[in-house]
T-cell receptor, first 115, second 114 residues
Framework: KQEVTQIPAALSVPEGENLVLNCSFTDSAIYNLQWFRQDPGKGLTSLLL?????REQTSGRLNASLDKSSGRSTLYIAASQPGDSATYLCAVTMNYGGSQGNLIFGKGTKLSVKP | GAGVSQSPRYKVAKRGQDVALRCDPI?????LFWYQQALGQGPEFLTY????????KSGLPSDRFFAERPEGSVSTLKIQRTQQEDSAVYLC????????????FGPGTRLTVL
């Protein structure tokens, strides 16, 4: 059974700092990996999607890497801002016959960026 | 265009009551998912529809949970005889096609069972 773990569970940083969020998964037979952002009372917003054949994806100040063989992904946030404060969730989609593509999530990292 | 919408946004139920949660997916999206997110946890898969067909209900925690999507658009998640452990945020997501492309999430319904 696939298990997704995110470390740390919570992180507080001053504004302007660069930071890294970690995600690990136990079964490397993934189709893709996504990073989501969740704001209180709101749904999930997809930030970056990395296909299993890719090593990284970038969007603005965000960069996500994937090392499928070691079961790890990192989300790098450059020059953090108070508006980045949210919970960040990592999720994988499995790659096997019959998979309908449901997401398997970690518990998230709650990020607080202080002005 | 409009995103995924869910109603009600908040629901308080007394233990033993039945509840119905509604999801309006993005128009034309074939796939629809329901997830349950307990406090401090990541979302967990409940069930999956492709059009009107419920192809996977392996994540439903008990036979008190029932989902339908009779016309392949709007979906309803029904919980009978609610228990305190059912308290969670219920998220709906839709996807344009069957397969593994991006899912778009609604804001969720926060269910509190007293």
């Amino acid at each position: 059974k696939q298990e997704v773990t995110q470390i740390p569970a919570a992180l507080s940083v001053p504004e302007g700092e660069n930071l890294v969020l970690n995600c690990s998964f136990t079964d490397s037979a993934i189709y893709n990996l996504q990073w989501f952002r969740q704001d209180p009372g709101k749904g999930l917003t997809s930030l970056l999607l990395i296909q299993s054949s890719q090593r990284e994806q970038t969007s603005g100040r965000l960069n996500a890497s994937l090392d499928k063989s070691s079961g790890r992904s990192t989300l790098y946030i450059a020059a953090s801002q108070p508006g980045d404060s949210a919970t960040y969730l990592c999720a994988v989609t499995m790659n096997y016959g019959g998979s309908q593509g449901n997401l398997i999530f970690g518990k998230g990292t709650k990020l607080s960026v202080k002005p | 265009g409009a995103g995924v919408s869910q109603s009600p946004r908040y629901k308080v139920a007394k233990r033993g009551q039945d509840v119905a949660l509604r999801c309006d997916p993005i128009s034309g999206h074939v796939s629809l998912f329901w997830y349950q997110q307990a406090l401090g946890q990541g979302p967990e898969f409940l069930t999956y529809f492709q059009n009107e067909a419920q192809l996977d209900k392996s994540g439903l925690p008990s036979d008190r949970f029932f989902a339908e999507r009779p016309e392949g658009s709007v979906s309803t998640l029904k919980i009978q005889r609610t228990q305190q452990e059912d308290s969670a945020v219920y998220l709906c997501a839709s996807r344009l096609l069957a397969g593994t492309d991006t899912q778009y999430f609604g804001p969720g319904t926060r269910l509190t069972v007293l």
